[in-house]
């Protein structure tokens, strides 16, 4: 296994942020991590605008957290038809009343993180050392560790998965997942690199977005390193 180390950018000390914009990024996070204790995808618990409304955060106050890319918004919209939440996302800074919000990678980073570049040592898979999915279990491994067992179906996660063990587990490959009329790819895949992030069993494995959306790259997480949300 060999070695990169490499400058990392600085992100924003939350401290730059209003006091009622730390309060919303702390609820978005609150949500994000019920998320993920219940393998759920992060948009099921997007926060509704209201709930900001409710701490006093004004729209200007939401949309400068929008331009500094710390959130992501959409549309809810109702479906009797769906048992899961349904959005359509925003291109502008609008803010409708069915406006819900989730954290982005950077937004997670600037709460958690040092204004401070600093030096990260990243492990680059080699033939010796990489995943190994197993389609027949539905599990995923590193080394003798388990990482994930799918015990309901996971679609996208386990084309992803399996594409990366068919290429022999390349640092990246392109998007696999199947054209479709009604999916926008790239939200798509966003939201499946998330899904593999999180509820891993051991956090040994950290996936991310390359190629402008249009890819997935793997790498070997820090031990002990919680994943991060992949943009």
């Not at 019920?34 to 997007?46: D, M, N, S, T, Y």
């Not at 388990?146 to 640092?171: C, M, T």
Request: include cysteine.
């Amino acid at each position: 296994m060999s070695q990169l180390v490499r400058l990392e950018p600085s992100v924003e000390r939350p401290e730059l942020f209003t006091a009622r914009q730390r309060q919303a990024l702390r609820l978005l996070e609150e949500a994000w991590n019920a998320a993920e204790q219940l393998g759920r995808a992060v948009w099921q618990f997007a926060v509704e605008i209201h709930q900001f409304q409710a701490l006093g955060l004004s729209h200007t106050e939401l949309r400068l957290l929008l331009c500094g890319g710390y959130l992501e918004h959409a549309r809810e919209s109702a479906s009797a038809r769906s048992a899961e939440r349904t959005f359509h996302r925003l291109s502008t800074l609008s803010l409708p009343r069915e406006a819900c919000f989730v954290l982005s990678a950077k937004g997670w980073e600037a709460l958690h993180q040092a204004a401070r570049p600093r030096l990260v040592t990243l492990s680059l898979p080699d033939s010796r050392n990489v995943p190994r999915w197993d389609g027949r279990l539905r599990q995923l491994w590193w080394n003798d560790l388990l990482i994930k067992h799918y015990r309901s179906p996971a679609d996208n996660q386990e084309r992803v998965l399996q594409a990366f063990q068919e290429e022999g587990w390349p640092v990246h490959i392109d998007d696999p997942l199947p054209a479709r009329s009604d999916v926008e790819p790239r939200m798509r895949l966003h939201d499946t690199i998330k899904a593999l992030n999180r509820a891993q069993q051991n956090h040994r494995l950290r996936f991310r977005s390359a190629s402008n959306g249009k890819g997935i790259c793997w790498e070997k997480a820090a031990r002990g390193r919680r994943p991060r949300l992949t943009t």
